[in-house]
């Protein structure tokens, strides 16, 4: 049973997969030169193949958790129209992933509650000013939280 249920879900993360491939030949990221894209490309298909063949020590749902987490890491943080072609296509290909609003959630509740959220504030501030995401007082409140959540791990 449990394999059935890796094999279900191995074969929509490997659709995922094939689909950040594709967005990334046809929309290369801004920024990106041909060896990056190429280099990108590679790890998403050496992916692929540790999604639908893994070694048995693998082969479990929680080690699918992470291929999907590093595959959809750009797609969940990142912004541009590969972002936004690669959630049209998931959703055409009605694949079960949902895009989530990092940010919001943070702004909603005004307060970072662990380090992957402090890494994704740290990482996406300026990009996100700089590209009128995010204006002077909601960089102004993410700095302060980012300052609380310091303090907080440093007791």
Known sequence: MKND?????????SKAIDIS???IKKFPPKGWDDKTCQHVINVRLESKQNVLNPSPEYRNLKSLKYEAEAIFTRFQEGHGIEVEEFWKEIKAQNLPYKRENKMEKIFKR???????????VIDVIVPYQQEGLIDQQEVALLNDLILEFESRKKK
Do not use: A, Q
């Open 110 to 120: 005004k307060k970072i509650n662990n380090v992957r959220e402090y890494d994704f």
């Open 5 to 13: 249920k890796y094999d279900e879900e191995s074969i929509k993360l």
């Open 21 to 23: 491939i594709s967005v």
